[in-house]
């Protein structure tokens, strides 16, 4: 064992210092992309070798199926779900398009979406408006989802597809108060969260939704292409994926085709299991640190930011609710390229007209110093 097991415990430094890409950048943009630790990229990478230096003499479906199976297990066991409730996929865009293809529509069918969802949440949408859906978007203010306007919207809705931590402004919905709403309504509810494995606790059991998509690619510092996506199994029973092959059902050379019984339906063929050997190198070391650490930690910077953020500047709220800080500068693109130039990493957004700054445990007080003196030349 190269990783964090290894040892059994791990502080955010140490979690920092086995992330090669670091180095002396102040880097703020793990809710893009969370770079990932060396022993990560070894158990990707190795597995892959031995999966192909190996095949010739053991059955590289066979190891390929066992090595579903323990990476199935151990990320359910990180968001708080049973182990068949969970599918293999490359991207949180692919698990919402995976579910979207998989709900027989109808004309006049009616989807809500908040107008804070990252195109993941907005383009499959919009590609159903093409077959006669209606898609109704609630208007929201600061981050903030109006309880009574969303009442409202979802009343007749088939579908409802919101994000847990809003890219946006960082704030953090109230989950299982808007999926009760929408169970109400008799609608299924779909939870955009890849902002919130390695950042915050996840038990996607408490929060009730019938699917929640998801990623590794950013706060658990996971390869690209470690997707995952929670299906309620009774929810999974009523679902048709578009999309259909081996791995989907029951009997691939059957007359008819039966889906597997929960989320595995909604993989369908040879994928390679190596991004996610390397996800639950990324999961170990996540827990390793502690998420509550994390969380703590991420709280302390973040609060350190903001003191440094005029009021008029910030677009995110004053009090912790997660790593992701908007502040408004008046050129967005060129605040971004002028603090690379620096040597501090934040990205732009389309909207609201400002940059974000994503704030990591693995993130340092002095590089919090030198975004905030960076950005002090903006007001």
Not at 123 to 130: A, G, Q, S, V
Not at 154 to 180: E, K, M, Q
Not at 277 to 300: H, K, M, P, Q
Not at 339 to 347: F, M, N, W
């Amino acid at each position: 064992m190269t990783g964090p097991e290894a040892d059994g415990g791990m502080t955010p430094r140490e979690l920092r210092a086995d992330v090669p890409a670091l180095g002396e950048a102040a880097y703020f943009n793990f809710g893009a992309h969370g770079p990932s630790p060396e022993y990560v990229v070894d158990a990707a990478s190795e597995l892959l070798a031995d999966h192909e230096y190996g095949s010739a003499t053991t059955d590289p479906y066979t190891r390929a199926f066992e090595t579903y199976e323990t990476v199935r297990e151990r990320i359910a066991a990180f968001v708080g779900a049973e182990t068949d409730e969970i599918a293999l996929t490359e991207s949180t865009s692919d698990g919402i398009g995976r579910v979207a293809g998989a709900i027989d529509w109808e004309p006049g069918d009616v989807v809500v979406r908040t107008d804070l969802e990252h195109p993941a949440g907005v383009l499959p949408w919009k590609r159903l408006e093409d077959e006669g859906v209606e898609v109704r978007v609630v208007e929201t203010e600061d981050g903030r989802v109006d309880r009574d306007e969303y009442a409202e919207a979802v009343a007749d809705a088939r579908l409802v597809c919101f994000s847990a931590i809003t890219w946006t402004h960082g704030t953090r919905l109230p989950v299982a108060d808007l999926v009760d709403v929408a169970n109400e309504a008799g609608a299924f509810t779909l939870v955009d969260a890849v902002q919130s494995p390695g950042q915050v606790a996840v038990d996607v059991s408490a929060w009730g939704a019938d699917a929640v998509a998801m990623a590794g690619h950013k706060w658990t510092l996971g390869p690209w292409g470690a997707g995952f996506l929670y299906v309620d199994g009774e929810a999974a029973a009523e679902l048709s994926p578009r999309a259909v092959g081996y791995r989907s059902v029951t009997d691939p050379t059957g007359d008819d085709i039966e889906f597997k019984p929960g989320a595995k339906r909604f993989e369908v063929g040879t994928t390679t299991p190596a991004a996610h050997v390397g996800l639950v190198e990324a999961l170990d070391a996540i827990d390793a640190v502690g998420i509550e650490t994390i969380e703590a930690r991420i709280a302390s910077l973040t609060d350190r930011l903001k003191d440094g953020v005029p009021d008029e500047r910030l677009l995110s709220p004053r009090e912790y609710e997660s790593g992701l800080v908007t502040i408004d500068v008046d050129d967005p693109e060129a605040t971004v390229d002028r603090l690379a130039d620096e040597g501090i990493v934040v990205r732009s957004l389309p909207h609201p007209n400002g940059v974000r700054a994503s704030v990591h445990a693995v993130s340092t007080e002095s590089e919090i110093d030198r975004l905030v003196d960076a950005l002090a030349a903006e007001w």
